[in-house]
């Protein structure tokens, strides 16, 4: 079953198309790697599910629910780490996601619960400004995750860590799905970094999806290719490099 679906889903700014005839399943339980360069559409896509800019054309359904007849419904299924997370600097920890509680209705209990998902509880007290890179990244998926959600929309989260604080987050979500039965969708403009956490994969490149599947099913693939299977991220390279040349050469 899939909890996130889209058909021809398209947005475009002017003469620009950022996401263009989108169709992408995203099964109940899995860890969806999202995966494309810089400026592919990955971020609108995300922000298309979380009403934050509307479709230009097509449509999608999220846990059966459609867009945009069932908008707040669909957000109250939804935890979302997008960009930055931004908080209050002369604020704790503690007292940032408080503030996201309170507005999402949920009981004290919620915070402490996420404070602990993300190994922040020791430093909860702590003001915000104080916290390192890495602890910042942890916060914001804190607030993606009070409550529990059981959708995940997760914005390259582990942008600017060092390799510890990657290894720390990548670790937490790929155990996710199974600890809290939720479905995490999670961008990257590396293949490497994807494929270590997820179970299936869509590539995107300028607006278009490339490829859906399985990383299994993408060593198929390169193998068929005549590509590497031990380097998917060869395979990947080479995939939106053929891609750009078919579009005129753009980079």
């Known amino acids: 079953m899939n909890i996130i679906q889209t058909r021809n889903l398209t947005k475009s700014y002017g003469d620009f198309t950022a996401v263009s005839n989108l169709n992408l399943h995203v099964p109940k339980g899995s860890v969806y790697g999202f995966v494309g360069p810089n400026g592919a559409g990955k971020s609108t896509t995300m922000k298309m599910f979380l009403g934050l800019t509307r479709p230009s054309s097509g449509a ?23 960009e930055a997370p931004a908080f209050y600097g002369n604020l704790t920890g503690e007292e940032n996601l408080d503030i996201i509680r309170r507005i999402l209705r ?13 190994d922040l509880t020791p430093h909860k007290k702590r003001l915000a400004r104080k916290y390192s890179l890495g602890m910042k990244q942890r916060l914001g998926l804190a607030g993606a995750l009070l409550g529990r959600p059981p959708i995940l929309i997760l914005d390259e989260p582990t942008n600017g860590l060092d390799p510890v ?16 039965n939720c479905t995490v969708f999670v961008s990257s403009h590396l293949l490497s970094e994807i494929e270590l956490m997820a179970d299936h994969i869509g590539i995107l490149n300028h ?36 891609d750009n040349i078919k579009r005129g050469g753009v980079k």
């Not at 290894?167 to 979500?173: P, S």
């Not at 590509?227 to 060869?234: I, K, Q, S, T, V």
Request: aromatic residues 10%; glycine residues 6%.
């Open 60 to 82: 999608f359904v999220i846990d059966k629910m459609s867009y945009p007849h069932n908008r707040v419904k669909i957000l109250r299924e939804i935890g979302s780490f997008i």
């Open 106 to 118: 949920l009981p004290r209990s919620s915070v402490d619960d996420a404070l602990e998902l993300v």
């Open 165 to 180: 604080g990657i290894h720390e987050i990548r670790t937490l979500i790929r155990t996710l799905p199974e600890k809290f």
């Open 207 to 242: 607006g278009h999806l490339l490829f859906e599947g399985t990383p299994e099913e993408l060593k198929e693939k390169a193998a068929f290719e005549g590509y590497p299977d031990d380097n998917l991220e060869d395979m990947f390279l080479a995939l939106i490099e053929e």
